[in-house]
Antibody, heavy 122, light 112 residues
Framework: EVQLVESGGGLVQPGGSLRLSCAASGFSFGTYWMSWVRQAPGKGLEWVANIKEDGSDKYYVGSVKGRFTISRDNAKNSLFLQVNSLRVEDTAIYYC???????????????WGQGTLVTVSS | QSVLTQPPSVSGAPGQRVTISCTGSSSNIGAGYDVHWYQQLPRKAPKLLIYGISNRPSGVPDRFSGSRSGTSASLAITGLQADDEADYYCQSYDSSLSGSWVFGGGTKLTVL
């Protein structure tokens, strides 16, 4: 059974940092692109970043470029998101998801974790 | 403002058919990039409902179907049930943006 379990969220002041983690199990982690998606309270989904199977390619939504860094450790079946220079508007549930249902043009996120809440407030 | 536009809400009575639209442009759906749909039940993580315009993952009932026409895509739900009440999101790729994926703003489905 595919499982994705996020951790590392919490309350942080504006300008602060956190490292979010996602522990994967039940599939060959190192053979899939992986994504982070966030959802602000009462708002819709926003894709944040994704990373290639071997970590050699990474993409980010414009609003987090230069502040967030996605990485992975395939030996430990783990995905990470380092979030720096946090802003109030970064407050959200952060989901880890697998880019697993791919067509010739795009990929759908076929498995999701339950999310970890990041609250940025003074 | 998302590059993929969905109606904020739709509603229907049990047993009825509803559709949810996802309107894009020539840099996303109109360019031929596939569209995927997700269902998010209250206080739950999103779940993949339809991928590649019209493909259903294992376990998703055939009451859910997808289609595309021009710069838009649609999700249709037939035989509406009370537990279909949820938020629905479309997702695709946009070549004018620097990232990978984009989501629509989401549509709240209310079963009357």
């Amino acid at each position: 059974e595919v499982q994705l379990v996020e951790s590392g969220g919490g309350l942080v002041q504006p300008g602060g940092s956190l490292r979010l983690s996602c522990a994967a199990s039940g599939f060959s982690f190192g053979t899939y692109w992986m994504s982070w998606v966030r959802q602000a309270p009462g708002k819709g989904l926003e894709w944040v970043a994704n990373i290639k199977e071997d970590g050699s390619d990474k993409y980010y939504v414009g609003s987090v470029k230069g502040r967030f860094t996605i990485s992975r450790d395939n030996a430990k079946n783990s995905l990470f998101l380092q979030v720096n220079s946090l802003r109030v508007e970064d407050t959200a549930i952060y989901y880890c998801a697998r880019d697993g249902a791919c067509t010739t043009t795009t990929c759908a996120l076929d498995y999701w974790g339950q999310g970890t809440l990041v609250t940025v407030s003074s | 403002q998302s590059v993929l536009t969905q109606p904020p809400s739709v509603s229907g009575a049990p047993g009825q058919r509803v559709t949810i639209s996802c309107t894009g442009s020539s840099s996303n759906i109109g360019a031929g990039y596939d569209v995927h749909w997700y269902q998010q039940l209250p206080r739950k993580a999103p779940k993949l409902l339809i991928y590649g315009i019209s493909n259903r993952p294992s376990g998703v009932p055939d009451r859910f179907s997808g289609s595309r026409s021009g710069t838009s895509a649609s999700l249709a739900i037939t035989g509406l049930q009370a537990d279909d009440e949820a938020d629905y999101y479309c997702q695709s790729y946009d070549s004018s943006l620097s990232g990978s994926w984009v989501f629509g703003g989401g549509t709240k489905l209310t079963v009357l």
